[in-house]
C-alpha cells in the first residue's frame, strides 16, 4: 500500500494549530484552577482570617471592660477606644453575615447565635458608653457586670466554636480543591506535552524547510558560475520539497540543453566563419596566381603564332626534332590558352604531362624519366580533374628535385580509383628535402601561404581542397631519396565544360 506523503505546510499548519490550542487550553485551565481552587481557598482563608480578627479585637473589649475602673476611670479614653473597637470590629461583620451551609447544623446554628449575640453586645455597648458620657458611672457598671459581661463571654464561646468549625471545613473544602488542582496539573502536563511536541514538529519542519533552501541556493550559485554537471537534487521529502526539486532539475536541463545549443551554434558559427575566410583565402590565393601568370604572358596570341611560324621553317628545313619540341610547346600553350574550363579530363593532364617531359628531356636528354602506372578502366580516363594539376607537380619534380641531381633520376605517377576517390601519386627519386624543410612547407599549405616558387603547388593543393571536406593534398620527402606528393579527390564522371 502507497504510503501517501503529508506536505510540509500541511505539517507546519498543524502543528501551529496544535500548538496555539494548547496555548489556549493552558489559559483555561489557569481560568479554571483560579475559580475553582485558587478562588474558594482564598474566600475561606479570608473567612478564617476575619473571625480571627474579630475574635482578637472581642478579646481586647473583655479586657478593656474588664480593667476599666468604674468609679474613677478616664470616661472619655475608654469610650474612645471602646468605639474605634466596634467601627474595627464591624468591618469584620460581613464574615459573621456569610451564608452557612446549612446542611451543617451546629456550623449554621452558631453563625446565626453568633450574629445575634454580636448585635446585642454593640445596643448594650452602646449605652453602657452613653450613660458613662453622662456621668452614671453606677448604672453603666450594672449593666456591664449583669449583662454585657456575659453576652461578651458568650459571644466569644461561640466565635471560637464558630472559627473551629470555620478551620475544619476549610481542611475539608482544601483537599476537595486540591484533588481538583491535582487534576488540572496531570492535564497541564499532558497538554505542556504536547505543546513541546508540535513545537518540535515545527521546529524541524522549519529546519527541514531552512536545509534545503541551502540546497537549493547552493546549486542555483553553482549553475550562476556556469556548473551544468551538479548532481540533481534529491526528489524525496515533503510534497513541496520533491515539487520544487523537479521542477529545479527539469529548468537545470532545459537550461544546460540551451546553453549546449547555443554553444553548439557558437561553434558551427565559428566553423563557417573559419570555412568562408579560407575560402577567400584561397581565392585570393587563385586570383594571385592567375594575376602572376598574366604578368608572365608576353601577347601569348603573339608568341603562340610565332612559334607556328619557327614549326613551318623548321619542317621546311628538315629539322624534326625542333619540329617535335615545337609540336610539345606549342600543346602546352594551346592548352593554357584554349581552356575556360576549372575541370579537365585526366586524360588532357596526361597529354600536357607528357609535352612537358618531351621539351624537359630535349635539355636533360636520358638523365629524366617519366613513368606512369594507371589501375583505372579505360572509360575512367574521362574523370574530371582540376586543371593544371599535374604539370606544376612534375615541373617542380624535375627542376627541384631531379635537376640539381648528377646522374638524374625518374618520376613516376600512380593513378588509382575506388568508388569514390580518385588517388594520384607523383613521385620521384631525387634530392629530396630535409624535415625542417618539409615541415615548413606542409605548414604553408596547410596556411595557403607558399613562396613564389611554389605558389603553382600551393595553387594545386588549394584547389584540391576546395572539392570536398574530405579531399587532401600531402608532400612526403626524404632527404637524398626523393618526394612524394598525393592527391586524392571524389571522382566525379562529369563531361567537361566547354
Same mark, same amino acid.
Given at each position: 500500500m502507497k504510503v501517501r506523503r503529508i506536505s510540509l505546510a500541511s505539517r507546519v499548519y498543524c502543528s501551529l494549530v496544535g500548538f496555539l490550542v494548547c496555548f489556549l487550553l493552558q489559559l483555561g485551565l489557569i481560568s479554571l484552577r483560579q475559580y475553582y481552587v485558587m478562588t474558594p481557598q482564598n474566600r475561606m482563608i479570608s473567612h478564617i482570617q /476575619?473571625? $480571627? !480578627?474579630?475574635? $482578637? &479585637?472581642?478579646?481586647? $473589649? +473583655? /479586657?478593656a471592660y474588664s480593667s476599666f475602673r468604674w468609679d474613677y476611670g478616664d470616661t472619655e479614653e475608654f469610650v474612645s477606644l471602646e468605639r474605634s473597637r466596634n467601627i474595627e470590629r464591624s468591618k469584620y461583620y460581613f464574615s459573621l453575615n456569610v451564608e452557612y451551609d446549612k446542611e451543617n447544623e451546629e456550623e449554621y446554628l452558631l453563625s446565626r447565635s453568633s450574629i445575634n449575640l454580636y448585635? *446585642?453586645?454593640? $445596643?448594650?455597648s452602646e449605652e453602657i458608653m452613653t450613660l458613662l458620657q453622662q456621668g452614671e458611672r453606677t448604672k453603666a457598671s450594672g449593666i456591664y457586670y449583669n449583662k454585657l459581661s456575659y453576652c461578651l463571654e458568650y459571644l466569644s464561646s461561640t466565635m471560637d466554636s464558630l472559627l473551629e468549625e470555620s478551620i475544619i471545613k476549610t481542611k475539608e473544602s482544601f483537599l476537595k480543591t486540591q484533588s481538583i488542582n491535582d487534576k488540572i496539573d496531570n492535564i497541564q502536563s499532558v497538554i505542556t506535552l504536547l505543546s513541546l511536541i508540535f513545537a518540535a514538529i515545527l521546529s524541524l519542519s522549519m529546519a527541514l524547510l531552512l536545509s534545503y +533552501?541551502? +540546497?537549493f541556493s547552493k546549486q542555483s550559485k553553482l549553475l550562476g558560475e556556469g556548473n551544468w554537471d551538479v548532481p540533481d537534487i534529491g526528489e524525496k521529502g515533503p510534497?513541496? #520539497?520533491v515539487y520544487m526539486a523537479k521542477a529545479f532539475n527539469k529548468m537545470k536541463h532545459d537550461m544546460k540543453s540551451q546553453v549546449q545549443l547555443l554553444e553548439e551554434k557558437n561553434t558551427i558559427q565559428e566553423e563557417l566563419f573559419e570555412k568562408e575566410k579560407e575560402s577567400l583565402s584561397l581565392r585570393s590565393l587563385l586570383e594571385e596566381e592567375r594575376l602572376q601568370q598574366l604578368r608572365s604572358r608576353i601577347n601569348p596570341h603573339f608568341l603562340f603564332n610565332t612559334l607556328n611560324? #619557327?614549326?613551318?621553317?623548321?619542317?621546311?628545313?628538315?629539322?624534326v626534332k625542333t619540329e617535335d619540341m615545337l609540336d610539345s610547346l606549342a600543346l602546352l600553350y594551346r592548352y593554357a590558352l584554349g581552356s575556360n574550363s576549372d575541370s579537365v579530363p585526366v586524360a588532357r593532364e596526361i597529354r600536357i604531362v607528357v609535352a612537358l617531359t618531351s621539351l624537359y628531356k630535349a635539355r636533360f636528354g636520358d638523365r629524366i624519366n617519366l613513368k606512369w602506372e594507371s589501375y583505372m578502366d579505360e572509360e575512367l580516363t574521362e574523370v574530371m580533374v582540376p586543371s593544371f594539376i599535374l604539370q606544376p607537380i612534375v615541373e617542380n619534380a624535375f627542376r627541384h628535385g631531379i635537376g640539381p641531381k648528377t646522374e638524374g633520376g625518374e618520376v613516376? &605517377? *600512380? &593513378? /588509382? !580509383? /575506388?568508388n569514390e576517390f580518385l588517388t594520384i601519386v607523383i613521385s620521384d627519386d631525387g634530392v629530396g628535402m630535409d624535415e625542417e624543410t618539409l615541415f615548413r612547407v606542409n605548414e604553408r599549405i596547410k596556411e595557403k601561404k607558399l613562396g613564389e616558387e611554389h &605558389?603553382? #603547388?600551393?595553387n594545386v593543393a588549394a584547389r584540391v581542397q576546395m572539392l570536398s571536406s574530405s579531399a587532401s593534398f600531402t608532400v612526403q620527402s626524404e632527404k637524398d631519396k626523393g618526394t612524394k606528393v598525393i592527391m586524392k579527390m571524389p571522382l566525379l564522371l562529369v563531361k567537361e565544360d566547354n
Open positions: /476575619d473571625l $480571627s !480578627s474579630f475574635i $482578637s &479585637i472581642n478579646e481586647e $473589649s +473583655v /479586657d448585635s *446585642t453586645y454593640l $445596643s448594650m +533552501v541551502r +540546497v510534497l513541496e #520539497i611560324v #619557327i614549326k613551318f621553317a623548321a619542317q621546311n628545313e628538315g629539322a613516376m &605517377i *600512380t &593513378i /588509382d !580509383s /575506388d &605558389i603553382g #603547388i600551393g
